[in-house]
Structure formats: structure tokens, C-alpha cells
């Protein structure tokens, strides 16, 4: 069982899942999410993480199909930012570092793209010239968008998918690998926790 099953099944579900109208869905979210950040972690950093995570997740359940109006490579990317911000709570030792992280993440007057030769060339022996930073992180961000809005995503391939012998083929026999393998004894990951 997956925890987001797990959560789904043990939390949402009993609470009333999305079945009482949207202020107690909003509210049964809120709660499951925010039992996922308790759960990772008995303390505050993983807490705040699950419900600003609820909270997010509300947020886009109140605004529904409103949210289609702006381009999906700006959803994309606000998620992408959100996510990667909400990390610095998951990793951060305690409430404190992760503030100070965040105000690193957001004190615009340290930016200084002639640092970034000490990531390209590993030592601080090679100094590039400004305009080598400046085009190693515009390609590097080109890249990451390419990559990001190029290729499709599972649920698009899901749509387009359309079965073939060969396909059906492949499937059994990994299916059946699968299932000889399943006789081995293996630890449930998430009793780490």
C-alpha cells in the first residue's frame, strides 16, 4: 500500500472525502495533508509542510476550472516554484534554518551570477568572464523548460495510448516476472518511519 493510498483510505475517506459539499472536502483535505506532514516527522518543519501543502491544494479546489484561464506553462511552472519551496521545510533541521533558507531563497540583492563559476569549475581557481555565468544559467533554465514543456507527461500518453499485440505482449511477460517475484521477502518501506 502507498502512503497516498494509505492517507486516502484511513484519513480522507472516514472524514467524509469529497462526498459533504466543497467547504468539507476543503477542510478533509486540509486535515489529510496536514496528517501526512505529522507523519513523516514529529516536528514543526514537517507539520507546516503538510498543511501549506493542504493549503495549496485547497486553494486549488476552491478556484476549480478558473485556474484554466492562465496557460498551462504558467500553472506548470507556479506549481513547479511551490513544490521546490515547500522542500526547504521538508529538509530544513528546524523552523529557523529553513527561514533563514527562505530568506536567502528570496534576498534579491545577493544575486551574483560571477558565483556561479565556482559551480561550473568546481574551485574558485577558474574565474569566467560574466557573460560565461550569464549564458551557463540561461542554458541550463532553457534546458529545464525544454524538458519540462517538450515532452509529454503520463497522462498525456495515457490519452494517445492505443494497444498493440506487441504492447500486450511485453505487458504479460513483465507481469509474469512480476508475479515470480513476488515470493521474495521485501521490507515495507514506509516502516522506516
Excluded at 49 to 68: A, N
Excluded at 129 to 136: E, F, K, R, T
Amino acid at each position: 500500500i502507498t502512503l497516498g493510498r494509505a492517507l486516502s483510505t484511513y484519513i480522507y475517506k472516514p472524514l467524509g472525502g469529497s462526498r459533504k459539499g466543497l467547504a468539507r472536502t476543503c477542510l478533509n483535505l486540509f486535515i489529510t495533508f496536514m496528517v501526512s506532514g505529522f507523519w513523516h516527522g514529529a516536528s514543526w518543519t514537517f507539520i507546516f509542510w503538510g498543511m501549506l501543502h493542504g493549503l495549496f491544494i485547497v486553494t486549488e479546489r476552491i478556484i476549480g476550472k478558473k485556474r484554466e484561464v492562465i496557460p498551462k506553462c504558467i500553472r506548470v511552472f507556479v506549481t513547479f516554484m511551490i513544490v521546490n519551496a515547500l522542500w526547504v521545510l521538508f529538509r530544513a533541521e528546524g523552523i529557523t534554518k529553513a527561514i533563514e533558507i527562505y530568506k536567502g531563497m528570496f534576498a534579491f540583492n545577493n544575486i551574483g551570477l560571477s558565483d556561479i563559476n565556482t559551480v561550473v569549475g568546481y574551485t574558485a581557481n577558474l574565474n569566467f568572464p560574466l557573460i560565461v555565468d550569464i549564458a551557463y544559467v540561461l542554458g541550463m533554465t532553457l534546458l529545464l523548460l525544454l524538458v519540462v514543456f517538450k515532452y509529454k507527461n503520463s497522462s498525456t500518453m495515457l490519452e494517445n495510448y492505443l494497444p498493440a499485440p506487441k504492447t500486450f505482449i511485453t505487458a504479460a511477460l513483465l507481469f509474469a516476472v512480476a508475479m515470480l517475484c513476488l515470493s521474495r521477502e521485501s521490507v515495507f518501506i514506509y516502516f522506516n518511519f
